[in-house]
């Protein structure tokens, strides 16, 4: 089970991060990413990253505010999020999956099989 915290309201121009923790099985082997989905859009991926730790993706939208980062030893992962802005209102959820390489990670949704149950970032003033 993956369980994502950290959620909030928060003004523009201001930080959160949110955490994925894995409840029950561990997160090393596991490719992880954080999408998002706003009301009436389409989910989005925002950011990635390998099993091994390596290899990190970010979509355009959020690059250079937000990053990705993963602490084994405590199985979470955790995206920290800058500078925000109220376009990155949305229902934020991380997903797990092993992936063919260990060095790899993608935003494709369709390639992970393990889902939290999402947390609500609001950016507004």
């Known amino acids: 089970q993956l369980v994502e915290s950290g959620g909030d309201l928060v003004q523009p121009g201001g930080s959160l991060r949110l955490s994925c923790a894995g409840l029950?099985?561990?997160?090393?082997?596991?490719?992880i990413a954080w999408f998002r989905q706003a009301l009436g859009k389409e989910r989005e991926g925002v950011s990635c990253?390998?099993?091994?730790?390596?290899?990190?993706n970010i979509a355009d939208s959020v690059k250079g505010r937000f990053t990705i980062s993963r602490d084994n030893a405590k199985n979470t992962v955790y995206l920290q999020m800058n500078s925000l802005k109220p376009e990155d209102t949305a229902v934020y959820y991380c997903?797990?999956?092993?992936?063919?390489?260990?060095?790899?990670?993608?935003?494709?949704?369709?390639?992970?099989?393990?889902w939290g149950q999402g947390t609500q970032v609001a950016v507004s003033s």
């Open positions: 990253i390998s099993a091994s730790g390596r290899t990190t």
């Open positions: 029950g099985f561990a997160l090393d082997y596991y490719a």
């Open positions: 997903a797990a999956d092993i992936l063919p390489l260990q060095t790899m990670c993608v935003m494709t949704g369709a390639d992970y099989g393990y």
